[in-house]
């Protein structure tokens, strides 16, 4: 089965696809990735504490923390070269949906994973496209926080 993982806390989006290795650099949540100056914030971007704001619970909200831990199926979507749905499979989604993996821009990640290299992100969906067309089991994405550091999510701006 093709596996990737991407960890909130080094914002690496690494695995096999096809028998192919990715290693990526992304943003995940607080607007990472914005082409936006001073656009990011630095407190909800890539925080693992941060992954329910957004939710039902923060009507609202116009910022929100990064994707939810847990497990997700990639989907292309039609028509957008530079885009990959992710669907939940598992994991609390603290009400929240329409993640993604896509590329940087004015607003950046409400969620998303956001691929900084825009080469990258073609390799990536190029070869999903590929794992669909050889009819192989749907890409699978692990969304996991290691090595969390604990002290710049509790400081205070």
């Known amino acids: ?12 989006l690494e695995g096999l696809i096809c028998g192919r290795r990715l290693h990526l650099f992304c943003g995940a949540g607080g607007r990472a990735g914005s082409t936006t100056s001073g656009a990011e914030s630095w407190y909800l971007s890539g925080n693992v504490f941060a992954t329910a704001i957004g939710g039902p619970r923060q009507e609202g909200t ?5 994707l939810p831990l847990g497990e997700y199926e990639l989907r292309l979507r039609a028509g957008k070269r530079r885009w990959i ?9 603290f009400g929240r949906s329409r993640f993604a993996i896509h590329e940087r821009g004015p607003i950046g990640s ?23 067309s050889k009819g192989r089991a749907p890409c699978r994405l692990r969304v996991v926080a290691i090595g969390q550091d604990l002290d710049r999510m509790l400081r205070t701006a």
């Open 62 to 66: 116009h910022i929100f923390g990064p």
């Open 110 to 132: 409400h969620g998303c994973i956001v691929v900084y290299d825009k080469t990258g992100l073609e390799r990536l969906h190029d070869l999903v496209e590929e794992a669909y």
């Open 1 to 12: 089965m093709d596996q990737l993982s991407y960890n909130i806390s080094t914002g690496i």
């Open 85 to 93: 749905d992710l669907k939940p499979l598992r994991g609390n989604m």
